[in-house]
């Protein structure tokens, strides 16, 4: 098996003028680390409701119509355990199903008319929120190839994929219209972390040391800058598109009534 450096295929990714390019790049690369059959999807958090989904892979076309056509996409376990999970899943086609819906049973005799065993399943996150997952698809029955994946093989497709992330937002994002880019100044960013607190106008005034008059101003701004109507919404949609992070440990400014555990080592 040919392994390729990972900057190659960094520079390879750089170089994708659109998604197909990216997809030919995750082929070769998955196909040198010895993944044969993948998919992979990953959601940009535009909203909390209309956000787009990319979806990548190379399992046959007439796999995906069958998929498509039969809306397994509302069976298939894996499409639902990413979103609320951080673990890596072992999965087989051969485990019970029965606690899922009618399809799901469906849905594991599709796959296993295409001689497909079980896979691994690795949820995916990233600083912008975006979400999704790569799941690593098996025709060995003990799913030995995944277990062997699990030890080294498998990081490196996730390694990949942070770089597949970064250059699907950089094409997602045309005529210069680039919603990842955060609009937000570090007192505007200060101020939203106190609204999603859930503190009033006077009491975020008191904590920056601001007047009252200017945290208004500073709303209206926010909303102007996101196109939102209220300072809830503005809240939720930075969260979303990660304009808004937790207050950084290393700033010494806003250590006041946080809890810092330092671990160290017995040695």
């Known amino acids: ?23 030919a790049t995750m082929e070769v690369s998955f196909e040198a680390l010895g993944f044969p059959q993948w998919c992979f999807a990953c959601q940009m958090l535009k909203s909390y409701v209309t956000s787009p989904v ?8 007439e796999y995906m119509a069958e998929y498509v056509s039969m809306g397994y996409n509302d069976a298939d376990p894996v499409a639902k355990y990413y979103s609320n999970n951080n673990l890596p899943w072992l999965w ?14 469906l849905f594991m005799q599709l796959l ?15 600083a912008q929120n975006t979400r999704g997952f790569i799941n690593l698809v098996s025709r060995d029955p003990s799913l030995a190839d995944m277990y062997d994946a699990l030890e080294g093989r498998a ?16 094409i997602a994002t045309t005529n210069n219209e680039n919603i990842y880019k955060n609009p937000l100044s570090a007192r505007q960013k200060e101020l939203l972390l106190w609204v999603g607190e859930g ?9 920056m040391g ?5 945290v208004e101003s500073y709303i209206v701004e926010i909303q102007n800058k996101m196109d939102v109507s209220n ?29 810092i555990k330092l671990v160290l080592s017995r040695k």
């Open 1 to 23: 098996m040919t392994m390729l450096r990972l900057s190659d295929t960094v520079e390879c990714l750089r170089k994708a003028e659109d998604l197909d390019a990216i997809m």
């Open 155 to 170: 990081a490196q497709t996730t390694l990949i994929l942070r770089y597949v992330q970064e250059e699907i937002l950089r």
């Open 210 to 214: 601001i007047s009252f008059r200017t």
């Open 92 to 105: 087989r086609v051969a485990d019970d199903w029965s606690g899922y819906v009618n399809e799901t049973s």
């Open 54 to 61: 990319y979806v990548f892979t190379n399992f046959s076309h």
């Open 112 to 126: 296993k008319r295409y001689g497909y065993t079980g896979g691994l399943c690795i949820p995916l996150f990233s």
């Open 199 to 207: 503190f009033t106008t006077k009491e975020i005034a008191e904590k």
């Open 231 to 259: 300072r809830q919404q503005a809240v939720t949609r930075a969260v979303s598109l990660g304009y808004i992070l937790p207050l950084s440990v290393y700033d010494p400014t806003k250590m006041i009534n946080r809890e």
